[in-house]
């Protein structure tokens, strides 16, 4: 079974810090996304990668940046935390085809005092 | 501007009911269609999916319908269990192109 592992299921942090999500998935799976789920909004792509060291923006990149230098690692990295980043944070892994099921961890619940 | 539009926002079924929620997209390119299911403190799990040469797509309980002309498609789940109790979204995608759009979701309550 392909398993994602985000580093925190819930964490707090306050305005203006650099905060770091960090996510493994286990598969060897080329492809890595990060998403933000809010209610109503549903997945919005932040950022995804499909190589190591590779990056592609999604819908939703201003105030983020990732980091891949490891084919099973993702990072996510809010530059200076602000308080409309407080989110539930998804990170997902596929393979390269496009009809690929995505495996997704369990989210990492982020607040933003 | 939302590429996949859902709905309902939230779903409440009795036991052994029938469960409709319903998507439209826009992209006409899109060329593959997945729902996932996402139980309370869980990702998204592939639940099922759609190409749009297919009408209609069964696996046990849930069925996908597929309306190409109209760029609706709709997820069913027959004879609804407490367990069925989850969020589920649509998505749409290109294939060649491996980026998926998911709809708002719809939280389904099936009351026993």
């Known amino acids: 079974d392909v398993k994602v592992t985000q580093s925190s299921r819930y964490l707090v942090k306050r305005t203006g810090e650099k905060v770091f999500l960090e996510c493994v998935q286990d598969m060897d799976h080329e492809n890595m996304f990060w998403y933000r789920q809010d209610p109503g909004l549903g997945l919005r792509l932040i950022y995804f990668s499909y190589d190591v060291k590779m990056k592609e923006k999604g819908d939703i990149p201003e105030g983020y940046s990732v980091s891949r230098e490891k084919k099973e690692r993702f990072s996510l990295i809010l530059e200076s935390a602000s308080t409309n980043q407080t989110s539930m944070y998804l990170c997902?892994?596929?393979?390269?085809?496009?009809?690929?099921?995505?495996?997704f961890g369990d989210g990492t619940r982020l607040s933003i005092l | 501007q939302q590429q996949v539009k859902q709905s309902p926002q939230s779903l409440i079924v009795q036991k052994g009911g029938i469960s409709i929620i319903n998507c439209a997209y826009e992209n006409t390119a899109f060329d593959y269609f997945p729902w996932y299911q996402q139980f309370p403190g869980k990702g998204p799990a592939l639940l099922i999916a759609i190409r749009p040469d297919v009408s209609e797509k069964k696996e046990g309980r849930f069925t996908i319908s597929f309306n190409k002309s109209a760029k609706q498609f709709s997820l069913h789940i027959m004879d609804s269990q407490p367990g069925d109790s989850a969020t589920y979204f649509c998505a749409g995608l290109r294939v060649n192109f491996n980026k998926f759009y998911f709809g708002s979701g719809t939280k389904l309550n099936v009351k026993p």
């Open positions: 997902a892994s596929s393979l390269p085809q496009g009809n690929q099921p995505q495996h």
